[in-house]
């Protein structure tokens, strides 16, 4: 099947840096997205992101599907930012089955 | 809207039991989905609803897991009977597809299942 790596796999900031996740995927997808779990459990949806690129406040994203990676930009951190970052991709032959990175977990520290 | 809501927020249950799990996706929303998360596994797909049908329920783990949803404003997992390695947090999630793309991707706050 498909695989998902995400990088780094943790990741410790100071408050007010900038930082950049990556999730490289090994086929084809026509869905990408990207999520947020907080420390406290809470999954948030950030991002669906098959290609191109988004913005959302401090955060912004970037697939090139045929380079086959994803890009997640987090500008001037804040410690609310903490959590585990997944990137999660669908395959072409299956809309709705998604696969899972294991996730970067992200520290920032004040 | 009160966002996706799941009950129990935590649930115990003795090896044998059975275990239903609930959720209540955004009004609205045509497409549910269930998930579990484990240290060990990490987040993995169990099955999705379309239009309150089941669509793929190729990731739900063996016979003893089914899920329902009889209607749009509700759906059920059910394990019976549990077993201690069906200790996981289970999330529920709902979304709307459109031409453009998927909207409003939503997760519940999840149900901690713990079988002793």
């Known amino acids: 099947g498909i695989q998902v790596e995400q990088s780094p796999p943790d990741l410790i900031l100071q408050e007010g840096a900038n930082s950049t996740l990556r999730c490289n995927f090994s086929d084809s997808v026509n869905n990408l997205q990207w999520f947020h779990q907080n420390p406290w459990g809470q999954l948030i949806n950030l991002f669906y992101?098959?290609?191109g690129t988004k913005q959302n406040g401090r955060l912004s994203a970037t697939t090139v599907a045929t380079e086959r990676y994803s890009l997640l930009y987090i500008s001037s951190s804040q410690t609310t930012d903490s959590g585990v970052y997944f990137c999660a991709v669908k395959y072409n032959t299956n809309a709705g089955k998604s696969t899972f990175g294991d996730g970067t977990t992200l520290t920032v520290k004040p | 809207d009160a966002g996706v809501i799941q009950s129990p927020r935590h649930e115990v249950t003795e090896m044998g039991q059975e275990v239903t799990l609930r959720c209540k996706p955004i009004?609205?929303?045509?497409?549910l989905f269930w998930y579990r998360q484990t240290m060990m596994r990490g987040l993995e797909l169990l099955i999705y609803?379309?239009?309150?049908?089941?669509?793929?329920d190729s990731g739900m783990p063996e016979d003893r897991f089914s899920a329902k949803m009889p209607n749009a404003s509700f759906s059920t997992l059910k394990i019976q009977p549990s077993e201690p390695r069906d200790s996981a947090v289970y999330f529920c999630?709902?979304?709307?597809?459109?031409?453009?793309?998927?909207?409003?991707?939503?997760f519940g706050s999840g149900t901690r299942l713990t079988v002793v």
């Open positions: 992101i098959p290609s």
């Open positions: 009004s609205g929303h045509d497409y």
């Open positions: 999630a709902s979304s709307l597809v459109s031409m453009g793309g998927e909207y409003g991707y939503t």
């Open positions: 609803f379309n239009n309150n049908v089941p669509i793929d």
